[in-house]
């Protein structure tokens, strides 16, 4: 096959590239950009005009809960592939925690190979860092990474045991692959279900407070410093922990971070009329941690932007704020919400795109994230101007959860291109 994409504003930070340019894709790669006109002559299977629109890396995501095997009630890999792909995100990294867990290369070639199958995005396992996730007994880390995953985590079930996580570090050092960390005390959080402040104590829900994110990610940096193995913080929602990880930098820690679109878009005070689709871990902050997290973005300690993407089914989420799990859907809502980051001038179209496409490739160590010559044809095409209304009903994830249905935001992918083949375009 040998496609156009023509007449686009192509913004690739892998090449410095922010230009009207035409890209040329033979077979499953990039075979060449540039600004010469197309002439009649050409011969191309497919042309795709894309004047006015924004033509990228595809997005790479790499903080995602496609609750496969287990909890198919939820998500599957075809439905969050589906939601992914309409999202604009080409590559995804999935989280262990899984039932049974990804604890080893059983289910990461469980995982793969599905995602192979089905052809719409590609999908790379992280594996788990205990087995079970039960923070007692190192997980198979090494013979995970071998079938295929990218990094390890026991995500929303942080280790606590040290001793453990030393020696799950020491093997991420001298293998190269990042240990990705949910941060969190959980004997400061035991319970709570909100954020502890003026949400919380009026509707008379425990708190979970900001320390106890704090002093998860001092204690995971210490270790990192101490193996110089490459931590990777989840979800980052403080304005003291975008301050402990600044530091952290500083001294030279091999650190890197994210946030999500929900912590830099929502405060505690958005929350309305205690409704269960605005719970996730970590809790939605106060507007002066929100506004920290812009400022990470802006400055750089925050590296990348994840969607922490956790479907639940709707009969879990009516169970009332206390008694519903934690976690929203976001594959299909993040573009968007981060261009108001460009909308605000916060950072410009370039950076968002690396934020959240090269920057998390480079992270896990995939061949994604670049329109370079020679690497695959992951690309999304997408109008930055574009007014859409949310509308849970019609997004592809299986679940439904999000906080933002029924408001109206600006930015809407037009076409995604996974491995040369578009996958999704839009109505």
Same mark, same amino acid.
């Given at each position: 096959m &040998?496609? !156009?994409?023509?007449?686009?504003?192509? %913004? #690739?930070?892998?090449?410095? *590239?922010?230009?009207?340019?035409?890209?040329?894709?033979?077979?499953?790669?990039?075979?060449?950009?540039?600004?010469?006109?197309?002439?009649?002559?050409?011969?191309?299977?497919?042309?795709?005009?894309? &004047?006015? !629109?924004?033509?990228?890396?595809?997005? %790479? #995501?790499?903080?995602?809960? *496609?609750?496969?095997?287990?909890?198919?009630?939820?998500?599957?890999?075809?439905?969050?592939?589906?939601?992914?792909?309409?999202?604009?995100?080409?590559?995804?990294a999935c989280m262990p925690n899984t039932s049974p867990a990804n604890d080893n290369p059983k289910i990461t070639k469980y995982i793969i190979k599905k995602a192979r199958d089905l052809g719409l995005v590609n999908i790379f396992p992280i594996g788990a860092i205990t087995k079970s996730l039960n923070?007692?007994?190192l997980a198979m880390i090494l013979e995970n990474i071998k079938a295929g995953c990218v990094g390890i985590s026991d995500d929303g079930f942080p280790v606590s045991n040290s001793r453990l996580l030393y020696a799950a570090m020491e093997i991420a050092k001298k293998n190269s692959f990042p240990v990705i960390s949910h941060c969190e005390d959980c004997s400061f959080s035991l319970d709570g279900v909100a954020n502890e402040g003026t949400f919380s104590k009026k509707n008379g829900l425990k708190g979970i407070p900001n320390i106890s994110e704090e002093l998860g990610i001092i204690k995971d940096i210490a270790l990192a410093e101490y193996t110089n193995a490459h931590l990777h913080v989840c979800h980052v929602s403080t304005k003291n922990s975008v301050e402990i990880i600044k530091n952290a930098k500083r001294?030279?820690?091999?650190?890197?971070?994210?946030?999500?679109?929900?912590?830099?878009?929502?405060?505690?005070?958005?929350?309305?009329?205690?409704?269960?689709?605005?719970?996730?871990?970590?809790?939605?902050?106060?507007r002066e941690d929100v506004d920290a997290i812009v400022q990470g973005l802006s400055d750089g300690t925050i590296d990348i932007i994840a969607t922490d993407h956790a479907p639940h089914a709707e009969k879990e989420k009516k169970k009332g704020f206390k008694k519903a799990p934690f976690g929203i859907i976001g594959l299909e809502t993040a573009l968007p919400l981060s261009l108001s980051l460009v909308?605000?001038?916060?950072?410009?179209?370039?950076?968002?795109?690396?934020?959240?496409?090269?920057?998390?490739?480079?992270i896990i160590n995939i061949k994604r994230g670049s329109l370079k010559k020679g690497f695959k044809a992951d690309i999304v095409i997408f109008d930055k101007n574009k007014k859409v209304r949310v509308n849970?009903?019609?997004?592809?994830?299986?679940?439904?959860?999000?906080?933002?249905n029924g408001i109206k935001l600006k930015g809407k992918v037009i076409r995604t291109i996974v491995n040369g083949k578009t996958v999704y375009t839009s109505n």
């Open positions: &040998k496609i !156009l994409i023509k007449n686009g504003l192509v %913004v #690739d930070p892998s090449q410095n *590239l922010n230009q009207i340019m035409n890209i040329e894709i033979r077979d499953d790669y990039i075979f060449n950009i540039n600004q010469r006109k197309v002439l009649k002559t050409d011969s191309y299977d497919e042309i795709i005009d894309a &004047k006015g !629109l924004v033509v990228s890396p595809g997005l %790479v #995501d790499i903080h995602v809960h *496609l609750r496969d095997p287990g909890f198919k009630h939820k998500e599957t890999i075809k439905t969050g592939s589906l939601a992914s792909v309409a999202g604009g995100f080409t590559s995804i923070n007692l007994k001294r030279g820690v091999k650190v890197t971070c994210e946030a999500t679109p929900h912590h830099f878009t929502l405060s505690d005070k958005d929350i309305k009329d205690c409704d269960p689709n605005f719970k996730m871990n970590p809790p939605l902050r106060s909308e605000k001038k916060r950072v410009s179209l370039s950076k968002l795109i690396r934020i959240m496409s090269t920057k998390p490739a480079e849970k009903e019609l997004m592809y994830s299986k679940s439904r959860n999000t906080p933002f």
